[in-house]
């Protein structure tokens, strides 16, 4: 159940991040931000996020069969302390400075 609502919650923040890029271009507070040549980028990229998002989304609606359950179960209760995503950072990064910096 944990690892489900986890995938669900990663598809959410997919979700807003994507939809929030898309945002900028359709107000066009995206010219203020970037160069307009490189707008294309951005849209690609919120795009991207958004199909992502679907994807994963239907990755957890998926059942698992009990032996993945069963050692997934068993490697959280070991772990509950660690951060096992060390990955996630190079997308928290950039986010950081895009929103520090605009």
């Known amino acids: ?3 489900n ?3 669900k919650f990663s598809a959410l923040a997919l979700a807003v991040l994507g939809l929030f890029q898309l945002s900028l271009i359709w107000d066009g507070r995206l010219a ?3 160069d307009p040549r490189q707008g294309i980028l951005v849209f ?3 795009l991207g996020c958004v199909i992502l998002a679907q994807v994963v ?3 957890a609606g998926k059942k698992f069969s009990k032996a993945v359950e069963n050692e997934v179960h068993k490697e ?3 772990a509950e302390g660690t951060w ?4 996630l950072i190079w997308l928290v990064v950039p986010l950081m400075v895009f ?3 605009r």
């Open 76 to 78: 959280d209760l070991g």
């Open 32 to 34: 203020d931000y970037v």
């Open 99 to 101: 929103v520090l910096f």
């Open 5 to 7: 609502a986890r995938i």
């Open 84 to 87: 096992k995503s060390p990955g």
């Open 1 to 3: 159940m944990k690892r």
């Open 44 to 46: 690609l990229t919120g």
């Open 57 to 59: 989304l239907s990755a």
